[in-house]
Every structure is written in structure tokens, then in C-alpha cells.
């Protein structure tokens, strides 16, 4: 079958590798979201970006040659796993997506006082890591305090010097929150930083917060939205919308293109683990209403 559009094939480069702090790395680039200023960037190990393109084998000079034209693209169309429990507990065999989540994220530093920890009265403590404490319940509970489906997290924290007859003098931990609404991660943070003033007065401590990433919403298009659902509904197969709670790369195709995603069920809603599992009967659902999306919004785009 030959299409009235050009259809190309794509797997993006480090999406989920977060390396130099960004996620969705090779789509970032292509979307013209990330330029020739990454190029000095250094990881932990104080290796530039430039220099990793070169261990590759590519020219860093040629970063800007990667983007693509905001015209150049009649849709894009990323078939994924959930990464989440509801198709799999409803036992729905299609989700289609609605928008892909903001996501912010902010890197903060305690500092307190080091100190002897046997030898230091109680009332007398700077604890770094006492009021980072309170600042990870904090963000549990600023999360938990209204309705809706937003999510936050704090996945690590450092504490120095580490030993354990001694008051730790610094913690550093990241600040993770999502929603599809984009003012609400804003309020969020907001509200987590009152807390973070308040944990630093009651122990005696200063915290500095600085913004890492601020990956606004990604709304999917309602054509192609509508195109999932029919395909679906040709082959008998229900459907559902739902948000798409992890970072996609179609997050950032979305600003050059237009986009749609479609879910398939993934086991008990567990990914990036050993145990992800998606069936193959569900995997053949998506391929399906991928094909059949692809071909439905070839005939209803303009070429």
C-alpha cells in the first residue's frame, strides 16, 4: 500500500538515561528545545557533551543539523506501555493518551553544622539532615493535601560527612513533582517551600533550592486522539483517555508536530524494572491500532 504521506521511523536517543541532567535528550534536540549550548556541559565525571559526541563518532559542530523544521512533520504517532496500573486493573487493551505531564524538578542543599553528636546538647544542633527530613514528608503531604492525580518525589538524598557519631552539616536532595496541569506543579513547589522555610527556623539550618528542569505539559492533538479511538473501535477493542504520567519523547515533538500516543496495559503497572511485562496479545493490540491510526490519518491529514 502506498500512503499520501512519507512515513518515517524513529527511535530516539536517551530517553530515559537523564545523563547531564536531561531526559528525552535525542527528541530535545530534534524539537530545537536543546542547542549548542549543551555542548560544554559536564557530567559527574566532568566529561563535556561535545566530547561525548565525539566518542561517538559525531561532530559536535553539526548539533544544529539534527533539528527538525517546525513544518516539516504532518503528525507524530508513539505507541508506549502505561508505565502505570489502569489498563492492566481495568482490563482495557487501549489507552489513548490525553497529554503528557509537567514535570519539575529542583536540586536542594541543607546546611546546617557539623558536629560532635555525643558531645552536642540536643537544643543546640544545626541538623542538616533532621530538616531535610521534614522537607521529604513535606513534599509527601503537600502532594497528598488535595485532590487529583498529581504525584511528587524525593528518590535520593547525600548527607555529609556520613559517620555515624557525627551531626550531619549538609544533605542534598532532589524535588521531583507532576501533574498535567502546569499551574498546579507551580503551587505545589510553592506550598513545599514554605514548608522548607519552616523546617530551616525550627532547626536552625538554611536550604537553597535551584530549579533543574521545568518540562511543561504536552497536550495530545484531538484529531489524532480521535483517529486512536476509531482504529481501536475497528477491531473491537475498548479504549480509554488517560495522561501519560512519565516523560515521553513525544512530549517534545508536540512543539514542532502534531502528536498522539497510544497506551497498551503493562503488568500490575510496573516499569523500568525486571518485572515490566507487557503480553503479547496486548502487544499485538497496539501494533494493530497503531497501523491503523497510521493509515486512518493519512487519508484525513492534509498531504
Given at each position: 500500500?502506498?500512503?499520501?504521506?512519507?512515513?518515517?521511523?524513529?527511535?530516539?536517543?536517551?530517553?530515559?538515561?537523564?545523563?547531564?541532567?536531561?531526559?528525552?535528550?535525542?527528541?530535545?534536540?530534534a524539537a530545537g528545545l536543546i542547542g549548542p549550548e549543551i555542548l560544554e556541559r559536564k557530567d559527574d565525571e566532568g566529561v563535556t557533551f561535545a566530547?561525548?559526541?565525539?566518542?561517538?563518532?559525531?561532530?559536535?559542530?553539526?548539533?544544529?543539523?539534527?533539528?527538525?523544521?517546525?513544518?516539516?512533520?504532518?503528525?507524530?504517532?508513539?505507541?508506549?506501555?502505561?508505565?502505570?496500573?489502569?489498563?492492566?486493573?481495568?482490563?482495557?487493551?487501549?489507552?489513548?493518551?490525553?497529554?503528557?505531564?509537567?514535570?519539575?524538578?529542583?536540586?536542594?542543599?541543607?546546611?546546617?553544622?557539623?558536629?560532635?553528636?555525643?558531645?552536642?546538647?540536643?537544643?543546640?544542633?544545626?541538623?542538616?539532615?533532621?530538616?531535610?527530613?521534614?522537607?521529604?514528608?513535606?513534599?509527601?503531604?503537600?502532594?497528598?493535601?488535595?485532590?487529583?492525580?498529581?504525584?511528587?518525589?524525593?528518590?535520593?538524598?547525600?548527607?555529609?560527612?556520613?559517620?555515624?557519631?557525627?551531626?550531619?552539616?549538609?544533605?542534598?536532595?532532589?524535588?521531583?513533582?507532576?501533574?498535567?496541569?502546569?499551574?498546579?506543579?507551580?503551587?505545589?513547589?510553592?506550598?513545599?517551600?514554605?514548608?522548607?522555610?519552616?523546617?530551616?527556623?525550627?532547626?536552625?539550618?538554611?536550604?537553597?533550592?535551584?530549579?533543574?528542569?521545568?518540562?511543561?505539559?504536552?497536550?495530545?492533538?484531538?484529531?489524532?486522539?480521535?483517529?486512536?479511538?476509531?482504529?481501536?473501535?475497528?477491531?473491537?477493542?475498548?479504549?480509554?483517555?488517560?495522561?501519560?504520567?512519565?516523560?515521553?519523547?513525544?512530549?517534545?515533538?508536540?512543539?514542532?508536530?502534531?502528536?498522539?500516543?497510544?497506551?497498551?496495559?503493562?503488568?500490575?503497572?510496573?516499569?523500568?524494572?525486571?518485572?515490566?511485562?507487557?503480553?503479547?496479545?496486548?502487544?499485538?493490540?497496539?501494533?494493530?491500532?497503531?497501523?491503523?491510526?497510521?493509515?486512518?490519518?493519512?487519508?484525513?491529514?492534509?498531504?
Open positions: 500500500m502506498k500512503t499520501r504521506h512519507p512515513l518515517e521511523v524513529v527511535i530516539w536517543t536517551n530517553e530515559e538515561g537523564n545523563h547531564f541532567g536531561i531526559g528525552t535528550l535525542g527528541s530535545g534536540i566530547n561525548w559526541l565525539r566518542r561517538y563518532g559525531q561532530d559536535p559542530a553539526k548539533l544544529a543539523d539534527a533539528r527538525i523544521r517546525k513544518d516539516a512533520l504532518a503528525a507524530s504517532l508513539e505507541l508506549h506501555i502505561e508505565q502505570g496500573p489502569n489498563l492492566y486493573e481495568k482490563r482495557i487493551p487501549i489507552g489513548v493518551v490525553q497529554g503528557i505531564v509537567a514535570v519539575g524538578r529542583w536540586d536542594c542543599v541543607v546546611s546546617g553544622s557539623a558536629n560532635h553528636a555525643g558531645t552536642t546538647p540536643m537544643n543546640r544542633r544545626h541538623n542538616a539532615l533532621t530538616a531535610a527530613s521534614k522537607d521529604v514528608l513535606a513534599v509527601r503531604e503537600v502532594v497528598l493535601s488535595e485532590t487529583g492525580t498529581q504525584v511528587g518525589n524525593v528518590g535520593v538524598m547525600k548527607v555529609e560527612p556520613g559517620a555515624p557519631n557525627v551531626i550531619p552539616g549538609r544533605a542534598e536532595f532532589p524535588v521531583e513533582l507532576r501533574d498535567l496541569d502546569d499551574a498546579k506543579v507551580i503551587r505545589m513547589w510553592e506550598h513545599v517551600s514554605e514548608r522548607i522555610q519552616q523546617a530551616d527556623k525550627e532547626e536552625g539550618v538554611n536550604t537553597h533550592c535551584q530549579s533543574t528542569d521545568n518540562v511543561k505539559s504536552a497536550g495530545a492533538t484531538p484529531a489524532i486522539q480521535a483517529a486512536i479511538r476509531d482504529s481501536a473501535k475497528s477491531v473491537g477493542l475498548a479504549s480509554v483517555d488517560l495522561p501519560s504520567f512519565a516523560g515521553q519523547d513525544s512530549q517534545n515533538i508536540a512543539k514542532i508536530a502534531p502528536m498522539g500516543m497510544i497506551f497498551i496495559p503493562s503488568k500490575d503497572g510496573i516499569s523500568h524494572s525486571p518485572n515490566e511485562y507487557s503480553s503479547p496479545d496486548d502487544i499485538a493490540n497496539g501494533a494493530e491500532v497503531l497501523y491503523r491510526t497510521v493509515l486512518l490519518l493519512d487519508q484525513r491529514l492534509n498531504p
